[in-house]
């Protein structure tokens, strides 16, 4: 449509493309309920008022709210491929995701990235890309490829491609690390975004001086506080491991409403199923007493002005088309939802209308690992008698880890599991270049009895982790996960129970979110048929590799103290 047309249906000089009669519109730029008609021309709203067209819907008094926009996630935590992905959350009211596609990157590089932004295409949400700036995210994970400023620099060229990902590496900013600071160079203008758990005092001013504008990691009031002080904009993360919307909820204020947003960080399918997506996050922060209007703010407005999206995040004049319709603002209940002036959804059915311009994108097997034998699971003692080791303890719903010593005997030699400890073992296998390399280490938390667990997806580099009682049923998990070319399995006295194939890049599956869902069900039911107590056991197991946050942590490289941000010895004695 030219200009001068959307001009003249703007000054009511034409009919619209569309009316939304009678609507209830959430200003979320004055933080205000207006009546009124919204209307459309082409992919564009072109006024609010009084209009007429040539197709008219009266929403009977429905909230007509901008797009949802989620300011941080990782779509391949969601197990779904991107197309999957976008049909479930749109009909959640979301329009856009800025995506960090860390996970995939770790395995495939730059191949990964551009994956991610060729299968968003034709999809019914805007998909946009922070570069992901940490591959690996630290030296003690061997990932799949090792990404620097010049591999990051033609990706910004990528009209999608709006910024830096988390910069997870921040004591190699405090230090000024000549390769972190190359990375954060290359951004020039464009949000660079944090990631700096517990970072305090000066060298939290030496993270923000280097150009990083937000963090998605506070746990505590006192945390976002100091950072909010400091010019960050905080990410209020409610995802599936990692739930902080409670704790931070009593700082957004009235004066500092336009400093946050909320995100959902990692979020898998099963929680988008039950919960919902932003549309949940806005109904827990309305329960938790923050102003509808404000709730939705940060959801739409905030995010878009922080990542430069200039076309979306209100409903105004010249904004894109993306509108959100609500039953109830409290209740935050979606009955419909446009994108670019065209129905996606509508009460809770996806309206796919590009199935047939999407292509099949094929990626290569990303499983490639060393030829494995059950003794490769066996942890040697130093000595006969009893040893004194290091253990992860897991926390239910953290991404952060405690530590622990405990004493444990020799047996012929070698450490084992005790299950009546709740003490399982752990170990990360290399599965990018086939080094051979095997971290191993225990874990507490788990609960499991028997058997073991296993999975392809663990953050960030995505090598091979698996939890157990016994040696080989760790090594029968490990080998089902190659043949399935990555996922997720349990397995008990030498039986596969249940497994979960997510051949795209070992992360993602191919299935559609129900498929998958019925899947995942099994493999939880198979889980706790071994004692597993954690809620999402999985996912728990999926964060034991992350060394850059926790107190304890393991990678194919052995154990990392994260605190020290050096690999320790498993026998403390």
């Known amino acids: 449509m030219d200009l001068k047309t959307r001009v003249d249906i703007a000054a009511g000089r034409q009919p619209a493309d569309l009316v939304l009669k009678n609507g209830r519109i959430v200003n979320v730029l004055s933080c205000e309920i207006l009546d009124g008609d919204v209307a459309i021309a082409g992919d564009r709203i072109v006024g609010i008022g009084s209009y007429e067209g040539r197709n008219t819907v009266d929403v009977e008094g429905q909230y007509i709210c901008p797009g949802f926009i989620d300011g941080h996630i990782h779509i391949e935590s969601s197990l779904l491929s991107v197309p999957e992905f976008a049909k479930l959350v749109a009909i959640h009211g979301t329009a856009a995701v800025v995506a960090d596609p860390h996970e995939i990157a770790n395995v495939l590089g730059t191949e990964g990235i551009r994956y991610i932004l060729s299968s968003s295409k034709h999809c019914p949400i805007y998909v946009y890309i922070m570069a992901s700036s940490c591959v690996p995210a630290s030296r003690f994970e061997s990932s799949g490829a090792d990404l620097g400023a010049i591999d990051i620099l033609p990706l910004l060229s990528d009209r999608w491609v709006i910024g830096v990902a988390e910069i997870m590496d921040y004591p190699g900013v405090i230090t000024a690390d000549p390769d972190c600071l190359d990375k954060l160079t290359v951004a020039g203008e464009l949000p660079v975004d944090g990631h700096a758990p517990g970072l305090s005092g000066h060298d939290l001013c030496a993270y923000i001086a280097a150009g990083i504008g937000s963090d998605h990691e506070c746990t505590t009031i006192e945390e976002a506080r100091e950072k909010l002080r400091l010019g960050m904009h905080i990410m209020i993360r409610e995802g599936g491991q990692a739930r902080n919307l409670d704790a931070l909820l009593p700082l957004v204020r009235e004066e500092t409403l336009d400093r946050f947003m909320f995100v959902t960080d990692d979020i898998d399918v099963e929680d988008l199923l039950d919960r919902g997506h932003m549309d949940y996050l806005v109904r827990r922060a309305v329960a938790g007493g923050l102003n509808p209007v404000h709730a939705i703010r ?20 010249g904004k894109l088309a993306c509108l959100t319709l609500l039953e109830d603002l409290k209740e935050c209940r979606v009955t419909r939802v446009y994108q670019a002036g065209r129905v996606v959804a509508e009460e809770g059915i996806s309206i796919d209308r590009e199935v047939g311009r999407r292509k099949r994108h094929i990626l290569r097997s990303s499983i490639n690992v060393h030829w494995l034998e059950p003794e490769h699971f066996a942890i040697k003692a130093p000595h006969d008698g009893e040893c004194e080791v290091h253990v992860i303890e897991v926390i239910e719903g953290r991404l952060d880890t405690q530590r622990a010593l405990e004493r444990m005997p020799v047996k012929d030699g070698q450490l084992h599991a005790d299950p009546r400890r709740d003490l399982c073992k752990i170990t990360v296998i290399e599965r990018h270049q086939a080094s051979g390399n095997i971290g191993l280490g225990f874990v507490r938390g788990f609960g499991l009895s028997a058997g073991a667990i296993a999975s392809s997806v663990c953050h960030d580099s995505h090598n091979l982790v698996v939890a157990g009682t016994n040696d080989h049923d760790m090594y029968t998990a490990a080998v089902q996960l190659v043949k399935l070319r990555g996922g997720f399995c349990v397995v008990k006295e030498g039986q596969v129970l249940a497994e979960v194939p997510l051949p795209i890049a070992g992360l993602m599956s191919e299935a559609d979110a129900y498929t998958l869902s ?18 999402r056991p999985f996912m728990a197991l999926s964060f034991l590799n992350l060394s850059v946050i926790g107190a304890l942590k393991i990678t194919d490289q052995g154990l990392v103290d994260v605190e020290k941000f050096e690999l320790i010895d498993l026998i403390a004695s």
């Open 298 to 317: 940060l959801v739409t407005h905030n995010p878009a002005c922080y990542f430069g999206l200039k076309e979306l995040g209100a409903v105004a004049p």
């Open 518 to 535: 019925e899947q995942l069900q099994v493999l939880h039911e198979a889980a706790q048929s071994l004692d597993a107590k954690l809620r």
